[in-house]
Each structure stands twice: as structure tokens, then as C-alpha cells.
């Protein structure tokens, strides 16, 4: 079946550093992928998306790239912000049973001053 | 914007009660989810509808059943509560595209 694959947490960083958290699937057919965010006591906000190979997916400074080649879909950003301390969450659907999400373990961000 | 709600956010129910969690999504989405989160799991899809009175199994579906008589609602009902159940439920919605709305979830705590 699909799966996804994150890489482990939780990450911490300096304010300003750059951000990669990476992400790897295994999918049947030709899945989108996406990336969610989780602040502290809340539900999941759709971060980024891509639905096709080589497609970029972008937002709040944030990017991936879907990389078909590779089965991946890592998730950088430039230059952090202590507001981005978060867990991320890897994701991909099977367009064939309605957006079914299947989600990597989350990875948690933490970034200091 | 779409509002997916929960209607409780903090629950702490005992072992072998019957649990309600109630989702309500207003932007008449045919697709609904129930995932439980978990450290170190992720989220696990519990139970999906596709329409009113359908139903399908996720991956964990055991201990667990759900009811959707109305469009906009969709019941996650544990009929015997017991500890390994305390978790994390998050509800979720969708049309038929891509992107998928989350409530803000209700944490279950079972004593």
C-alpha cells in the first residue's frame, strides 16, 4: 500500500537557518502530494501542495518540489522564523478514493533566537 | 473560508463508556475523514464517507464505528471506551479535488 517516510525529529534550529525536513513515498499510480503544518494545540492547515512530477508547491516561504525520479518531496525554507517552530506533516493522496490522505509520522520544528 | 468543527475539544470519558465525537463542516463537502493522531504514528485514517449514509474502513477501523445521516455531519463513536483509545481525533473534509480541511481536533482522554 501507499506510504510516506519523514525524517525523524524533532529539528531544531537557529532563527535564520535554512530549513530542509525531507520526505519520501511509495505510491501506485500518480499521487499529489502535500505538506501540513500543526501549531501548538491546533488542528492540521494545508501548508503546500503538488499534483503532478516536477510541479513546486510554495507558500509562506516554504517550497517542495515534486520529484518523481526520486520518490520525493522535501520541504525547505530559506530562512526560518520562531513562528515557524510547528510539526510538520508529509502527506499524499490517492486521487482514486476521494483524497484519501496518508500521512509521515510529522516531523517537529523548533526554532530559537 | 471552510469551517470544519469539532464539537469538543477536551473530553476525559472512563473505560467502557459510550463516546460521541461530532464533526460539522459547512461547505457541503461529499467527503469526510476521521484520523487519529499519535506520537511517532502520525495520522491514521480511522473511517471516510463519500455521501450521506456511506461508509468505508481506514486502516484502524477496529473499536470504532461512525454514522453520517446528514451531509454536513459525520459522528466518530467509540462503543466501549478503553485507555488505548486516548488520543488525538482530527475530522476532515473535502469536495472532489484535492485539498482536504481539518478541524482543530478533540483530545479523548479514557481513565
Known amino acids: 500500500g501507499d506510504s510516506v517516510t519523514q525524517m525523524e525529529g524533532p529539528v531544531t534550529l537557529s532563527e535564520e537557518a535554512f530549513l530542509t525536513i525531507n520526505c519520501t513515498y511509495t505510491?501506485?499510480?500518480?499521487?499529489?502530494l502535500f505538506w501540513y503544518v500543526q501549531y501548538p494545540g491546533e488542528g492540521l492547515q494545508l501548508l503546500l501542495k503538488a499534483t503532478k512530477a516536477d510541479d513546486k508547491g510554495s507558500n509562506k516561504g516554504f517550497e517542495a518540489t515534486y520529484r518523481k525520479e526520486t520518490t520525493s518531496f522535501h520541504l525547505e525554507k530559506g530562512s526560518v522564523q520562531v513562528s515557524d517552530s510547528a510539526v510538520y506533516f508529509c502527506?499524499?493522496?490517492?486521487?482514486?478514493?476521494?483524497?484519501?490522505?496518508?500521512f509521515g509520522t510529522g516531523t517537529r520544528l523548533q526554532v530559537t533566537l | 473560508d471552510v469551517k470544519v468543527t469539532q464539537s469538543s475539544r477536551y473530553l476525559v470519558k472512563r473505560t467502557g463508556e459510550k463516546v460521541f465525537l461530532e464533526c460539522v463542516q459547512d461547505m457541503d463537502h461529499e467527503n469526510m475523514f476521521w484520523y487519529r493522531q499519535d506520537p511517532g504514528l502520525g495520522l491514521r485514517l480511522i473511517y471516510f464517507s463519500y455521501d450521506v449514509k456511506m461508509k468505508e474502513k481506514g486502516d484502524i477501523p477496529e473499536g470504532y464505528s461512525v454514522s453520517r445521516e446528514k451531509k454536513e455531519r459525520f459522528s466518530l463513536i467509540l462503543e466501549s471506551a478503553s485507555t488505548n483509545q486516548t488520543s488525538m481525533y482530527l475530522c476532515?473534509?473535502?469536495?472532489?479535488?484535492?485539498?482536504?480541511?481539518f478541524g482543530e481536533g478533540s483530545w479523548l482522554t479514557v481513565v
Open positions: 505510491a501506485t499510480g500518480y499521487p499529489s
Open positions: 476532515a473534509s473535502t469536495t472532489q479535488g484535492v485539498t482536504i480541511y
Open positions: 502527506a499524499l493522496s490517492d486521487t482514486g478514493t476521494a483524497s484519501k490522505l496518508t
